[in-house]
DNA sequence: TAGTCGTGGTA
DNA sequence: TTACCAAGACT
């Protein structure tokens, strides 16, 4: 006789299919049911769904879609276009990686995305969750693409109590167990459609699941505690200046950030070091250049993976004609817009000058930068 | 293997 | 406010 444990039902691809066929969602980068999408465009939005939400992506890969139609366009565009058209979806490694992606596959692959798991993989930010999606989803390639909700999922259906990231093969092998052959793709983005509404991380919707039945956390009520996992330390809180300077004919001085590393190839106003101990007073002395400076009160304070920063805004206005100091430039106030500025450096602008003329304004009132 | 890499939304 | 999270890749 068979024990409650091991009667549990295992879950079925096609119940979950089923589910999808009814309740997929509707977005820009996927094919109408039935018809296989298109590689590029597939491979665009796995890019840049990369830790970041459908609804931060969206608006951006509409954008992208316009600028570089195809892969030969995206590969024959200058990096600062490109660089310009990602700024402030964040991770700006996937923006270079995207590029060299795009000349990789125009110059070794003839324009054409290669169609299998394997030979993506070899591609410039393509990792193993990326590979698989686009194998599956643009090529109906039998592969197995595991990325947060699928972790999730599994870890709930298959109660996995080894914690992540240590899970991940045993969790790759359960997904792999489960991929259809006729329909990997929809599989694929049923999981995640699955992992994204009824799955979620808080109060999963566990009475509308397609697999609820076989579900063994929810059997147990712990649904909520899974996928288990380590949790990690944040940093510490670094501490610098940043330089805004004014010129008379209304330009702002910028540089570049070297091409690696945190914020690489992005805009900014010049800075000073950031560290742990840096003392504001001493900012006047890290300056890019002479200058009558003015200490602006309060502080612009942004939060990155690894650690938070609270940078001290220095201004000063300088005469017509003021050369830029080496590696700087000067902007024109006015197409501060056009510069691949991230985030953090948008909001010491703000603080600085106010409101950048020409950006759009974000959704009324939704968001100011957080100058104390 | 574990740290590095943004940003915006949510509870 | 803090903490966590979101279709990970790279070193």
Known sequence: MLTP???ATKPDPQDLLAWYDHHRRDLPWRARPGVTADPYRVWLSEIMLQQ???AAVKPYYLKFLERFPTVEALAEAPSEAVMQAWAGLGYYSRARNLHACAKAVVDKHGGRIPGTEAELLKLPG???YTAAAVAAIAFNEKAAAVDG???RVMSRIFMVEEPLPKAKPLIRALTEALVPADRPGDFAQAVMDLGATI????????ALCPWMVPCRARAEGLQETFPRKQKKESGQLRKGAAFVVLRADDTILL????PQGLLGGMAEPPTSAWEPDYEPSRAVLDAPMEARWQRLPG???HVFTHFPLELTVL?????????APEDMRWTPRMTLHEEALPGAMKKVLVHALGELPGAKAKTSGQKQAKSV
């Open 5 to 7: 444990a091991s009667s």
């Open 52 to 54: 970041t939400t459908v």
């Open 126 to 128: 393509i990792g193993a």
């Open 149 to 151: 909700n699928v972790e």
């Open 199 to 206: 799955c979620t991380p808080k109060r999963p919707a566990c």
């Open 255 to 258: 540089r570049t950030r070297p």
């Open 299 to 301: 502080t612009v304070k």
């Open 315 to 323: 201004f000063a206005k300088v005469a017509k004609g003021t050369p």
